[in-house]
């Protein structure tokens, strides 16, 4: 069993995971993901980054969401003006809980309604963006799992 452990540990040891014990205080190590793959340091098993690696991720994930946005355009070039929110505001009105599917069959609690979700988007059907039987009002969580941008933790999807 201890020359079980030493065999793990080894550094040399090509077969044996990439998780190294640091050998001064037991800290299980690994090789930083910065710089796709080619930053020289070590981190701990539960980090990804080392801290230079890590300031360098954020700024590039801020450049790349300012740049998102950026080309996204406002909410208003986007067909989300004042009719729109004063439409939004009486859908959830009139219909204040979640009329997606799973809620609707039972399959799902049903929630209170904080999104007003497009049946056919707008980006496709713009004469569609203000009729009331194109409109659903769901929660945010259900919006995003129609959209396909949060997984079902149900189902794994």
């Not at 205080?25 to 981190?43: L, S, Y």
């Not at 996204?72 to 729109?84: A, H, K, M």
């Not at 009139?94 to 609690?109: K, T, V, Y």
């Not at 941008?149 to 189902?155: I, V, Y």
């Amino acid at each position: 069993m201890i020359q079980m452990r030493e065999n793990l540990y080894n550094k040399e040891n090509k077969a044996t995971s990439k998780l190294y014990r640091d050998n001064y205080d037991g800290i299980f190590m690994k090789p930083c993901k910065g710089r796709h793959d080619t930053c020289p340091n070590t981190v701990e098993h539960n980090q990804t980054y080392c801290p230079d690696c890590l300031i360098a991720e954020v700024q590039r994930n801020k450049k790349k969401a300012r740049e998102y946005e950026q080309d996204r355009g406002s909410s208003y070039e986007r067909g989300y003006d004042l009719q729109w929110r004063r439409l939004r505001k009486y859908k959830l009105k009139i219909s204040p809980l979640c009329e997606c599917p799973d809620c609707l069959s039972g399959r799902l609690r049903v929630r209170a309604a904080t999104v007003v979700h497009h049946i056919n988007g707008i980006d496709t059907h713009p004469e569609l963006r203000l009729v009331m039987d194109n409109l659903m009002s769901v929660t945010t969580t259900c919006h995003e799992k129609m959209h396909g941008r949060k997984k079902d933790k149900q189902n794994g999807r």
